[in-house]
């Protein structure tokens, strides 16, 4: 198998738009329930995406519902200019809409700097046992985490296990504290 970015992008991708519905849902809320195991809690400052429902993203509007449970300040990323994100707090009043590429987004509302959110969650294709990630290849994550305090708590969610080794990563990718599956959360050492 050809492990580089660009293989794994277009499998990956292919992987997860395979998936039927009722398995797309079910594999959503197993991983919303690993996501119960992890140790978050107590923190307050949460940024999480929208699911990009053309790409058959995870649906995070599952973990949306446990963090609004606990009373969570949670932030949705914004895209502001190119390559550069924004991170708007969600409230009861904040319009969602897609932009161009049809990633849904908050229209406008109050931001928070990045080096103030104390949990990640990160969109990703593939994953490896090292933490690094496959995304869909403009850096905006990559970008936005280098902006982040060295503590911040980078979280992926995958359909899938992970492979052995991306083998093309680079001194600016960013890896990742824990991805969590439907079957198991992985933690990464430093």
């Not at 970015?5 to 079910?26: F, G, I, N, Q, V």
């Not at 970008?143 to 990563?169: A, E, N, Y």
Request: include cysteine.
């Amino acid at each position: 198998m050809n492990n580089t970015k660009p293989a794994l992008r277009t499998l990956y991708l292919e992987k997860r738009k395979a998936l039927e519905t009722d398995s797309h849902e079910d594999l959503s809320f197993s991983i919303a329930n690993q996501c119960l195991k992890l140790p978050i809690w107590d923190y307050q400052y949460f940024h999480l995406y929208l699911p990009l429902t053309e790409k058959a993203e995870i649906d995070t509007t599952l973990i949306l519902t446990l963090l609004q449970g606990r009373d969570k300040a949670i932030f949705v990323p914004k895209i502001k200019s190119e390559y550069v994100l924004e991170h708007i707090l969600l409230t009861d009043q904040t319009k969602i809409q897609k932009n161009k590429w049809e990633i849904p987004e908050p229209e406008s509302g109050i931001t928070i700097a990045p080096n103030e959110l104390e949990v990640v969650f990160i969109p990703l294709l593939a994953f490896d046992l090292n933490g690094h990630r496959v995304g869909y290849g403009k850096g905006f994550y990559d970008r936005f985490l280098s902006q982040c305090k060295p503590s911040v708590i980078k979280i992926g969610l995958s359909f899938f296990d992970p492979i052995t080794t991306i083998m093309d990563t680079n001194s600016y990718d960013i890896r990742l504290d824990y991805c969590v599956s439907p079957e198991r959360i992985y933690r990464f050492s430093s």
